[in-house]
């Protein structure tokens, strides 16, 4: 069973930065596909980024651009690097570990961290 534990998140105002982190372990990190995912208030969980083992990536249309996902499977660590943030982005944010890209996002087929909460405001 894979462990995640994100950190990074806060409030920032409109147009600000933030990089998300999320540490794992009990697995051989450099297999995994990694995800992050947001739930906002009153909305079901959405995908925002996945990077396959391989490093390909995937991001949502609504982050396209702004956000960056990336890996370092030395320190078993994945990275949401999130620009030009707006309040649309406030939501908490999960890390999602899988074994195959098909599997992320799958509650009963992927690891979830407890999340971390971002908020964009004024």
């Known amino acids: 069973q894979v462990q995640l534990v994100e950190s990074g998140g806060g409030l920032v105002q409109p147009g600000g930065s933030l990089t998300l982190s999320c540490a794992a372990s009990?697995?051989?990190?450099?297999?995994?596909?990694m995800g992050w995912y947001r739930q906002a208030p009153g909305k079901q969980r959405e995908f925002v980024a996945t990077?396959?083992?391989?490093?390909?990536?995937n991001y949502a249309d609504s982050v396209k651009g702004r956000f960056t996902i990336s890996r370092n499977n030395a320190k078993n660590t994945v990275y949401l690097q999130m620009n030009s943030l707006r309040p649309e982005d406030t939501a908490v944010y999960y890390c999602?570990?899988?074994?195959?890209?098909?599997?992320?996002?799958?509650?009963?087929?992927?690891?979830w961290g407890q999340g971390t909460q971002v908020t964009v405001s004024s």
């Open positions: 999602n570990a899988a074994t195959t890209l098909t599997m992320l996002g799958r509650d009963g087929f992927s690891s």
């Open positions: 009990g697995t051989i990190f450099s297999m995994y596909a």
């Open positions: 990077i396959t083992a391989g490093g390909r990536t």
